[in-house]
């Protein structure tokens, strides 16, 4: 079992910055990637930013230039940096953890409870 938590959104003005934490805890496990997404009130869940064990990332068309996530593994967390926020990046934010679990042999995304960023002047 994986729990994930988020943690640091908030209200925050147009053009202004957040840093959003998410931290995987649990029994043994290897991650194979964290990753970001976004849910908006009517409207698809969306990936903003991924990161992956290797090192690869990769962002939204939305957000590129102005999000950047960031990994510590040593401490099994994940950042996404947000600066120069818009209205239309209200949402609320979750972090989905891919992970293998003690010996098993197959990998298993877990979820967060999702933290509230909200742009708003």
């Known amino acids: 079992q994986v729990q994930v938590v988020e943690s640091g959104g908030g209200l925050v003005q147009p053009g202004g910055s957040l840093r959003l934490s998410c931290i995987a805890s649990?029994?043994?496990?290897?991650?194979?990637?964290m990753t970001w997404y976004r849910q908006a009130p009517g409207k698809q869940r969306e990936l903003v930013a991924a990161s992956t064990s290797g090192g690869s990332t990769k962002y939204a068309d939305s957000v590129k230039g102005r999000f950047t996530t960031s990994r510590d593994s040593a401490k099994n967390t994940v950042y996404l940096q947000m600066d120069s926020l818009k209205p239309e990046d209200t949402a609320v934010y979750l972090c989905n953890v891919n992970a293998v679990v003690g010996t098993l042999r197959y990998s298993y995304s877990y979820w967060g409870q999702g933290t509230q960023v909200t742009v708003s002047s």
């Open positions: 649990g029994s043994t496990f290897s991650i194979n990637a």
